[in-house]
């Protein structure tokens, strides 16, 4: 009996993964909670490069991961690219803690989801997680985990997208 109300669990949790995206299917949409307390969704970004970023204090290459973000948003420096940083931890207070150690601020947008809604929309298995999402909406690179070895990898995947924005703005 115990083992039969165990499968009948697993089977309604199956949903959620079967949503999940996948590389070249469109990003689940959602409607998240910014830091300072207004409200975005992801499909408000439609036109814009995004990286979306799945982060906790207690990940150990966040702490690399977060500042190679910082700069590789100075570097970049377009107007058609957002980064959304998404922080899982279920005390907002441990996200700020974190980021005071590291002495960082953020200069991109900053979403809170200590009750982890999003992450199951985009089957997280590691920590960080990051999505590379193109200008119609469409997961276009994953990266999971973080090694400073990828850092060119997400600058030219960044730049990929950007300048497949500017070629199909050219055309037009």
Not at 7 to 35: C, H, K, T
Not at 48 to 67: I, M, N, Q, T
């Amino acid at each position: 009996m115990r083992y039969a109300s165990l499968l009948v669990m697993a089977m309604l949790l199956l949903p959620i993964s079967l949503d999940a995206q996948e590389i070249g299917e469109a990003a689940p949409d959602f409607d998240a909670r910014l830091v300072d307390d207004s409200s975005l969704r992801l499909s408000d970004l439609r036109g814009k490069v995004v990286l979306l970023d799945f982060w906790a204090s207690w990940c150990g290459p966040c702490r690399r991961e977060l500042p190679f973000l910082v700069k590789l948003h100075r570097e970049i420096n377009d107007s058609n690219f957002v980064i959304l940083a998404v922080n899982i931890d279920s005390d907002r207070r441990k996200m700020a803690g974190f980021l005071r150690k590291l002495d960082l601020q953020l200069p991109f947008v900053s979403i809170s989801d200590p009750e982890q809604k999003i992450p199951p929309l985009y089957r997280l298995e590691t920590m960080p997680t990051t999505l590379l999402i193109d200008e119609e909406g469409i997961v276009r690179y994953r990266h999971a985990g973080y090694e400073d070895s990828e850092q060119e990898h997400y600058r030219r995947e960044v730049r990929e997208l950007l300048g497949r924005k500017q070629t199909e703005g050219a055309e037009k």
